[in-house]
T-cell receptor, first 118, second 113 residues
Framework: DGGITQSPKYLFRKEGQNVTLSCEQNLNHDAMYWYRQDPGQGLRLIYYSQIVNDFQKGDIAEGYSVSREKKESFPLTVTSAQKNPTAFYLC?????????????????FGPGTRLTVL | KQEVTQIPAALSVPEGENLVLNCSFTDSAIYNLQWFRQDPGKGLTSLLL?????REQTSGRLNASLDKSSGRSTLYIAASQPGDSATYLC????????????FGSGTQLTVLP
């Protein structure tokens, strides 16, 4: 089955601890994204990557870091600098990045990781 | 900067009713608009994508339209069913400097049996 997987489904973090959320896709998509969702709010973009070894900050990148060493993988690290990390984190991918010659394509989402700070 | 608004925040309808969900956006230079469904505690499922050159898209009982001049998109659901109960989100992609999807906060739909 082609799709996007995220792990773990639930994650608990202690104060001052860094944690890493996994996102893997086997859709052969170029672009990958990380969003944060808070209760009753829309999704906000944290980081996105258009191609391997390249990534750009979104609206709320402070306290987060990413890497894109492989096309299939786009892990997100929530650092201790993120003051309010409790949220639902969603990873997405699309065939080609926004603004590319192939135009904008649909974004497809993983099942999410719920992060709670203890 | 693009802003996307969805009103109402919640809606309850009896089963079998046809309904319309609304989405408005501030930047008429919107390039594409995508509608999603989200079940509680789950990720987003893409329902329909309307490209800039299109005015509407249909999939089964769903029809989405895009009117860039008025800054509005609507999602029409025909013959609603209890299984349609979920939160529906719209998201717009502007061809301006942002180059990212901007999401509305969603409409939580409950279809009563």
């Amino acid at each position: 089955d082609g799709g996007i997987t995220q792990s773990p489904k639930y994650l608990f973090r202690k104060e001052g601890q860094n944690v890493t959320l996994s996102c893997e896709q086997n859709l052969n998509h170029d672009a990958m994204y990380w969003y944060r969702q808070d209760p009753g709010q829309g999704l906000r973009l944290i980081y996105y990557s258009q191609i391997v070894n390249d990534f750009q900050k979104g609206d709320i990148a402070e306290g987060y870091s990413v890497s894109r060493e492989k096309k299939e993988s786009f892990p997100l690290t929530v650092t201790s600098a993120q003051k309010n990390p409790t949220a639902f984190y969603l990873c997405a991918s699309s065939i080609s990045p926004p603004g590319s010659l192939r135009g904008y394509n649909e974004q497809f989402f993983g099942p999410g990781t719920r992060l709670t700070v203890l | 900067k693009q802003e996307v608004t969805q009103i109402p925040a919640a809606l309850s309808v009896p089963e079998g009713e046809n309904l319309v969900l609304n989405c408005s956006f501030t930047d008429s230079a919107i390039y594409n608009l995508q509608w999603f469904r989200q079940d509680p505690g789950k990720g987003l499922t893409s329902l329909l994508l309307i490209q800039s050159s299109q005015r509407e898209q249909t999939s089964g009982r769903l029809n989405a339209s895009l009117d860039k001049s008025s800054g509005r998109s609507t999602l029409y659901i025909a013959a609603s069913q209890p299984g349609d109960s979920a939160t529906y989100l719209c998201a717009g992609f502007s061809s301006g400097s942002a180059r990212q999807l901007t999401f509305g906060s969603g409409t939580q739909l409950t279809v009563l049996p």
